[in-house]
């Protein structure tokens, strides 16, 4: 393990637990990132308000953070834009098909002790475990 | 007031990416690369978001409302189907090929990166593509059940 990082983890990891009691003890609503942004594309919805605050707060952190220390160091992406528009499509059906993603299934669902969630997280990341050991170890590479 | 909260909340989560460096496709990816050098932080990420999470919505639920709201919007399915493991399976490819969930993903806008950017109009557009084709369905069905009534 080269790059472990347990404190900065788990400090992180607490402030996305607490954002998540925050957000259900306020609003009622569950801090599932792919529902909060799905929501925000449906035009029939009415109840963007909230949503598109919640992703505004998300996009404020880290320029926040550069002011204070924490800047966003440049994502590293794919060279390739096929993969990340298939990779962008699979993430957007795949998440609305199933109902979440690693915050709504992985977090808030499992930490409601739901089997769907349990099941869900189980699946996406065993297959992503399994993508990457395809793409980076297998094939030859 | 709710959407005061959301802004909140959402700014809280942000920081925890941020802080955990989760928001890092390759830390990701990192800890999804078990046949690499395995870097196991997102399992103390969600071992620690778990815990936070677990307790507070243990004392939620004992609550009669949220404080902003009527009542609570929580998910009340409880059958696994095909759509559920379906759903998980493609999401997890995705996530594979690039180490962006939704939510990172939305907070790297910040970088104003042409790649996020790119992401995030395929994975709207993949919502979108979703919702287009579940209505279809709906109104497919609607349609033959009428001409089936009118038989």
């Known amino acids: 393990m080269t790059n472990f990082t347990p404190v900065s983890a788990a400090i992180g990891g607490a402030l996305i637990g607490l954002a998540a009691v925050l957000l259900t003890l306020f609003t009622g609503r569950i801090a599932g990132i792919s529902g909060i942004f799905g929501g925000c594309l449906n035009l029939a919805s009415g109840d963007k308000g909230w949503r598109i ?4 707060g ?11 220390g924490f800047p966003l160091a440049a994502p590293e992406m794919p060279a390739s834009y096929v993969v990340i528009v298939a990779a962008g499509l699979l993430v957007g059906f795949g998440t609305r098909l199933g109902g979440g993603c690693t915050s709504g299934h992985g977090i ?5 002790l739901s089997p769907r969630s349990i099941v869900a997280t189980v699946i996406f990341m065993a297959v992503a ?4 050991a395809l793409t980076r170890h297998g094939f030859g590479g | 007031m709710v959407a005061g909260a ?3 909340c959402g700014f809280i989560f942000g920081w925890g990416l941020l802080v955990s460096g989760m928001v890092q496709p390759a830390k990701v990816l990192a800890f999804l ?8 932080s997102l399992a103390v990420v969600m071992a620690a978001a778990l815990a936070v999470s677990g307790l507070g919505f243990a004392l939620i639920k004992r609550r009669q409302r949220p404080l902003l709201a009527a009542q609570l ?5 409880t059958e696994i189907d095909a759509p559920l493991v379906t759903g998980a399976a493609l999401f997890g490819i995705g996530w594979g090929l690039v180490g962006l969930c939704p939510g990172p993903a939305l907070e790297n806008l ?5 790649r996020i950017i790119v992401f995030v109009i395929a994975m709207a557009a993949g919502m979108a593509l979703h919702d287009f084709w579940q209505q279809r369905r709906l109104t497919t069905r609607e349609a033959a059940t009428f001409a089936a009534a009118d038989r």
């Open chain 1, 53 to 56: 605050a919640f992703i505004a």
């Open chain 1, 58 to 68: 998300l996009i404020l952190a880290p320029l926040a953070g550069g002011l204070v």
């Open chain 1, 108 to 112: 808030c669902g499992i930490a409601r």
């Open chain 1, 129 to 132: 475990v399994a993508v990457v």
């Open chain 2, 6 to 8: 959301a802004l909140v």
């Open chain 2, 33 to 40: 690369d078990i046949l690499g050098a395995w870097d196991a």
């Open chain 2, 73 to 77: 919007a929580w998910p009340s399915k």
């Open chain 2, 110 to 114: 910040a970088s104003l990166s042409p």
